[in-house]
């Protein structure tokens, strides 16, 4: 069984800068995807940056050139670094794994932009 624990949500203004970390307990090996998805309010669950067990990155085009995700299988950790952040990015994002048929989601960070 793997447990995943977002962090790093937080308020922050236009233009600024968040990291969110996802924090798994159990055994993520390299073998998984890993991704970071966001839920804004009365809007369906979107992809926001997937990171692949072979380390290629896809992002949302909405993601491209101001977000990055990364991974350090040692310490069973992914992060998704936001830069320039847009009011529009406010969402709860949801860390993810993934490995064939199982599935795992995490409980999810609030991260609100405005000034």
């Known amino acids: 069984q793997v447990q995943l624990v977002e962090s790093g949500g937080d308020l922050v203004q236009p233009g600024g800068s968040l990291r969110l970390s996802c924090a798994a307990s159990g055994s993520i090996s390299s073998l998984y995807h890993m991704g970071w998805y966001r839920q804004a309010p009365g809007k369906q669950r979107e992809m926001v940056a997937i990171i692949f067990s072979d380390g290629s990155r896809t992002y949302a085009d909405s993601a491209k050139g101001r977000f990055t995700i990364s991974r350090y299988t040692t310490r069973n950790t992914v992060y998704l670094q936001m830069n320039n952040l847009k009011p529009e990015d406010t969402a709860v994002y949801y860390c993810?794994?993934?490995?064939?048929?199982?599935?795992?989601w995490g409980q999810g960070t609030q991260v609100t932009v405005s000034s």
């Open positions: 993810n794994a993934v490995r064939g048929e199982n599935s795992y």
